[in-house]
Nanobody, 117 residues
Framework: HVQLVESGGGSVEAGGSLRLSCAASGYIYSRYCMGWLRQAPGKEREGVGRIDRDGRTSYADSVKGRFTISKDNTKNTLYLQMNSLKPEDTAMYYC????????????WGQGTQVTVS
């Protein structure tokens, strides 16, 4: 049973930072591609960034230079470091696992709320 549990969300002032974590269990974490996505009220879910098996990352234009995805395979944990936060970054943030690295996601966490004021 695959389980993803996010943590680290909260409220922060514009310009501040947060680090989200996603603890993974129940599968061979290091072989999966992983991603962070977010959904703001009234908007569609959008990709924030992604990390592949080899640690290569890619980001949405809206967060490039401000957000950094990393992972610790020894801890089965994915991270999203968010700096220079803006009010438009306010959303529910989800981590997700792409089992076959095809671009889609097979497993999702429950989400953690980030509010920037």
């Amino acid at each position: 049973h695959v389980q993803l549990v996010e943590s680290g969300g909260g409220s922060v002032e514009a310009g501040g930072s947060l680090r989200l974590s996603c603890a993974a269990s129940g599968y061979i974490y290091s072989r999966y591609c992983m991603g962070w996505l977010r959904q703001a009220p009234g908007k569609e879910r959008e990709g924030v960034g992604r990390i592949d098996r080899d640690g290569r990352t890619s980001y949405a234009d809206s967060v490039k230079g401000r957000f950094t995805i990393s992972k610790d395979n020894t801890k089965n944990t994915l991270y999203l470091q968010m700096n220079s936060l803006k009010p438009e970054d306010t959303a529910m943030y989800y981590c997700a696992a792409d089992r076959f690295c095809t671009g889609g996601y097979n497993y999702w966490g429950q989400g953690t709320q980030v509010t920037v004021s």
